[in-house]
């Protein structure tokens, strides 16, 4: 085995990292929530990953969040997490954490301190063709969030509402 | 040297990367020197706009051309004036399904089968919503093959075209193509093969094949990206109106209306990809000159190595026809629990290049009961080791991610 293959194996070591697949195989969050108010489904086309997501808010906070991820590991820790931690979040608790997640992927940023778990994403920014599996969820629940705040508005564009 | 790494000399990529095992040739297949060097030679000695120069460069350019395309004709035993240049087979097939499909009416049937790549999928979907045709699926059975007892049932007498793979880009299923086209002959329908999935292994014969269409793309056969060819019967092409509208597909043009250009610039509107359209033919005729026998035999046996050597892995599906002689040398697994981009991320740290995902077949996916599958795919330049470090990589990546 080359030189250049143990480095590569050894990136790719720290990709799958025993925190991402923990968070992958524990799944929280994990099942339909009935008596959401709001549900989004939303497919990373080009590789498949695909997530459907119910929140349940009271007064602007997510008091419980399902989820049923079917898509790549690092998706799936993703959206584990969130079941783990958008309970207590209100819409710009989770636009704040979306947006340290986007820093660390795209400019090797550190987490902040009250979001260390989304240090395990780090080795993905290499990888800009995963970027999109990681943000898949997040990006999922902005939008359940945003349908709640809206009331019963309709998701518009390439995304469909259940 | 072996034969596998006399071809690979000729491939400046995988010369440049000698630690690569590269499977996604049906992908895209890597580039032939040949082809390369066409390009080179003609961008650098005689690049120019085709038709109507009177310049000697322009008409080296014109010559250039129109000789690429006397060699896709040639690759295809056709008439060159059959032989028109498109982007790639996607803009082949909806070529044929705006072009074709115009003359079609409310009512008529259009045939495909469900293990289509999308872009033999979607552009007939619009059809069906453009012109009121209906759409009908030929089935796959559960090895991915055609299910050649729903033919006479699925090709009724109002089908006017039936267009099918010709071999599977998930499973490599070949097509019974001899089958297809006898069912469409009773009923007075026409046949367009999609060739992107055989072209890679050798030149073509649309006679002996019998169709009346074929569609397929340069970068799978060793020559350049953005250059596509679409064979079409003579009569078929005359009888078909223009899809895009422009320069060099006019006969007259006044203020009032124009007239078509015969084909096959009738079918070539704008400015045609020209070095790409010489860098095919030069990978064509280097095609042509290869004695395809030993090379078949060696493509299938690796291709039967590698089945074989999956299989000794446990939780690997494999899907696809047996024998291995029944498909082109594609092999699609699924490992239970393992999501092929992850498969794919740690073996592309071991420098193997496969390609995971729906593969642009999600309805034949669908059939099979899988999401997402990995897939190797093998052309003339792979080799033993090759087929020996995919199955080693493959558990090594189950140890990474389980």
Same mark, same amino acid.
């Given at each position: ?162 | ?23 996604? %040739?049906?992908? @895209? ?5 040949? *082809?390369?060097?066409?390009?080179? $030679?003609?961008?650098? =000695? !005689? &690049? ?119 071999? %599977?880009?998930? @499973? ?5 193509? *001899?089958?297809?086209?006898?069912? $469409?002959?009773?009923? =007075? !329908? &026409? ?212």
């Amino acid at each position: 085995m080359s030189g250049a293959t143990n480095a590569a194996m050894g990136g790719v070591e720290a990709l799958y990292q025993e925190a991402i697949k923990d968070y992958s195989r524990a799944d929280h969050g994990h099942g339909r929530l009935d008596g959401a108010v709001a549900s989004v489904r939303l497919d990373n086309p080009l590789c498949g990953d695909r997530i459907s997501l119910q929140v349940r808010l009271d007064a602007g906070r997510i008091v419980a969040l399902g989820h049923e991820t079917k898509g790549c590991l690092l998706c799936r820790a993703a959206a584990s997490l969130l079941g783990k931690r958008a309970p207590g979040l209100d819409g710009q608790g989770v636009a704040v954490a979306t947006a340290a997640l986007e820093a660390i992927l795209e400019q090797g940023r550190p987490p902040p301190g009250d979001w260390p778990e989304l240090g395990m994403f780090a080795p993905a920014g290499a990888h800009a063709s995963r970027h999109k599996c990681v943000l898949l969820p997040f990006r999922a629940l902005a939008q359940a969030i945003g349908q709640a705040e809206a009331g019963s508005a309709a998701i518009h564009g390439a995304n469909h509402r259940e | 040297m072996s034969a596998a790494a006399a071809l690979r000399a000729k491939f400046p990529l995988l010369v440049a990367n000698p630690g690569l095992h590269y499977f996604d %040739s049906a992908a @895209t297949a890597q580039m032939h020197r040949s *082809a390369l060097d066409a390009v080179v $030679a003609h961008e650098t =000695g !005689a &690049r120019a706009n085709v038709l109507r120069g009177s310049y000697r460069l322009a008409e080296a350019a014109d010559r250039a051309y129109e000789a690429a395309r006397q060699s896709a004709a040639r690759f295809l035993n056709a008439a060159a004036d059959e032989i028109v240049f498109t982007g790639g087979t996607t803009a082949a097939l909806n070529l044929v399904a705006q072009s074709f499909g115009c003359l079609l009416e409310p009512g008529d049937r259009v045939v495909i089968s469900q293990a289509e790549h999308h872009s033999n999928f979607v552009p007939w979907q619009m059809l069906r919503e453009r012109r009121g045709v209906e759409l009908a699926l030929i089935p796959v059975l559960p090895d991915g093959t055609l299910d050649l007892a729903s033919l006479a049932r699925v090709i009724d007498d109002r089908t006017r075209l039936v267009a099918v793979t010709q071999c %599977s880009n998930v @499973t490599g299923a070949r097509t019974d193509v *001899a089958a297809i086209v006898a069912a $469409a002959r009773r009923v =007075g !329908a &026409r046949v367009l093969l999609d060739g992107a999935q055989a072209v890679q292994h050798g030149p073509q014969d649309v006679q002996a094949l019998d169709v009346d269409f074929y569609a397929f793309s340069g970068h799978k056969c060793f020559g350049p990206g953005g250059v596509g060819v679409l064979w079409g019967r003579a009569e078929l092409l005359a009888a078909m109106p223009p899809f895009l509208g422009g320069g060099g597909m006019i006969g007259a043009v006044t203020e009032e209306g124009y007239t078509w250009a015969e084909p096959p610039r009738r079918f070539e509107a704008g400015t045609p990809p020209i070095a790409q359209a010489v860098g095919l033919g030069a990978a064509l005729d280097w095609m042509m000159g290869l004695d395809w026998a030993p090379i078949h035999a060696r493509e299938s046996a690796l291709c039967a190595a590698l089945i074989d050597g999956l299989r000794r892995i446990p939780h690997v599906r494999l899907l696809g026809p047996e024998p291995s002689s029944a498909r082109a040398p594609i092999v699609s697994f699924d490992i239970a629990g393992l999501h092929p981009h992850d498969i794919c991320q740690v073996l592309d740290a071991q420098g193997l290049a496969l390609r995971g995902g729906h593969h642009c077949a999600q309805p034949l996916l669908a059939a099979l009961g899988v999401e997402a599958c990995t897939r190797a795919s093998l052309a003339l330049y792979n080799d033993e080791a090759d087929v020996a470090a995919l199955p080693a990589g493959i558990v090594r990546a189950i140890g990474v991610l389980k």
